[in-house]
């Protein structure tokens, strides 16, 4: 069964600073998507990126870029110039490219950004 | 365009009761699947529904149920509420199917079970 680790609960950052969130997970498949989701206090879930597990570059949207290591089965979420709006809970997500309703998530870690 | 949408926002029943969910997706999304946040087992993936026809089912007992109308709205039914289905029940809408790109979330009902 696929798996998705996220072993740090809780992260803080200093406004403007970049952090890092990690996450792992465990499966046997070769095509596979990964997700990070952002769910701010007012809970609606919103996708913040997404990497297709057969690409090799590593997805970038603004100040979030993620560090895919296939091998590794690792996909860690960097977040530059963090801004005090980027605090929320984040969550990584797995989704099986055969199994289309198989999606997994990690349990999350709450980012708390400091001004 | 209208986000995906969910009533009610807050719910409180009693154990033994049944609930039932609505969920809205976004315009042209038929695919809406719903998931139940709680602390202690996080997300976790209920069913997702296409076309009216529930295409799979997470593992949660039979007591959770669902379906979808020809609007592409969705609706979740618990029976027999236990203290255990107190969570954040979230429904996400996308395109079709093979869209695995991007899934839009809804603002959650939150259930309380006493």
């Known amino acids: 069964a696929q798996t998705v680790t996220q072993s740090q609960p809780e992260m803080s950052v200093q406004e403007a600073e970049t952090v890092t969130l990690s996450c792992t997970y465990d499966t046997s498949e070769s095509d596979y998507y990964l997700f990070w989701y952002k769910q701010p206090p007012s809970r609606q879930m919103i996708l913040v990126i997404r990497?297709?597990?057969?690409?090799?570059q590593n997805a970038t949207e603004n100040r979030f870029s993620v560090n895919f290591q296939k091998a590794a089965k690792s996909f860690s979420l960097k977040i530059s110039d963090s801004q005090l709006g980027d605090a929320a809970m984040y969550f990584c997500?797995?989704?099986?490219?055969?199994?289309?309703?198989?999606?997994?998530f990690g349990a999350g870690t709450r980012l708390t950004v400091k001004p | 365009k209208a986000g995906v949408t969910q009533t009610p926002r807050y719910l409180i029943k009693t154990r033994g009761q049944q609930v039932t969910l609505s969920c809205s997706p976004i315009?042209?999304?038929?695919?809406v699947s719903w998931y139940q946040q709680t602390p202690g087992q996080g997300l976790q993936f209920l069913f997702e529904?296409?076309?009216?026809?529930?295409?799979n089912k997470g593992n949660f007992p039979g007591r959770f149920s669902g379906r979808q109308f020809s609007n592409s709205r969705s609706e979740m039914n618990v029976s027999t509420l236990e203290l255990g289905d107190s969570a954040l029940y979230l429904c996400?809408?996308?395109?079709?199917?093979?869209?695995?790109?991007?899934?839009?979330f809804g603002p959650g009902t939150r259930l309380t079970v006493l």
């Open positions: 996400a809408s996308k395109r079709g199917l093979a869209d695995y790109n991007e899934q839009f």
């Open positions: 990497q297709e597990a057969y690409k090799q």
């Open positions: 529904y296409f076309s009216e026809t529930q295409r």
């Open positions: 997500a797995y989704r099986s490219a055969n199994k289309i309703n198989d999606m997994r």
């Open positions: 315009s042209g999304h038929r695919s």
